[in-house]
């Protein structure tokens, strides 16, 4: 059953200075929401304050996502049933994109409100464009295991189906713990497997380059704490 309500699927920054990489059609889409489902309230509120100064942040609905629990997926068609429009922001980059938002998403589509992608950064696209990678054929792996040795059979498995399918595996680390993510990196693949480094994307110390394992090994980034993307081409 049709509904009268339109969930705007709201990009944020990668990066808190870097407010033009948001188009200006995104305002017009806050305008028209009521409610707001986001994975950090606080961060939401400041980056809607930095694009429309004139918001009156009290005067909206705000619900924190926690991973669309089944209580917020409620609360999420009740607004829905209501006609509200809904705007979806996750903590960085594009909702539904390695977000918690993607439940939600599914939930609108099963009520029959209109849903609405907005143009804006995903750090997963941006990594893989300046990759100089196979941009064809891509897979987005996600985390991978913490476990060493599980973490070193990923890998190697990552780097042999890369190989057979000449396929960019993109993926990504806890910020704290990305230095040890490149060292298992550099002792598990081997020498002339392509490795893309995109850190802090769109900030002021940005950072993207791509290497060998063998030259990355010559020099290494110190990436401690900077959101970064991993893209890996093997020949």
Known sequence: ???ASTVYLIPSVLDETATATIPAYVVDAVRQCQVF???NERSARRFLKSLWKEMVIDDYIWVTIHKAEQAV???FRQHIRAGKNIGIISEAGCPGIADPGQILIEAAHETGAIVKPLVG???ILLALMASGMNGQQFRFTG???IDNGARMQAIREMEAESSRRNCTHVFIETPYRNNQLLEVLLKTCKPNTQLCIAADITGTDEFIHTRTMA?????LPDLHKRPTI?????P
Not at 215 to 219: A, H, L, T, V
Not at 230 to 234: I, S
């Open 230 to 234: 991993f893209c890996l081409l093997a």
């Open 1 to 3: 059953m049709a509904s």
């Open 215 to 219: 030259d990355w090994k010559k020099q």
């Open 121 to 123: 950064p995903s750090s």
């Open 37 to 39: 489902f986001v994975e």
């Open 143 to 145: 985390y991978l295991p």
């Open 73 to 75: 997926k409620n609360q």
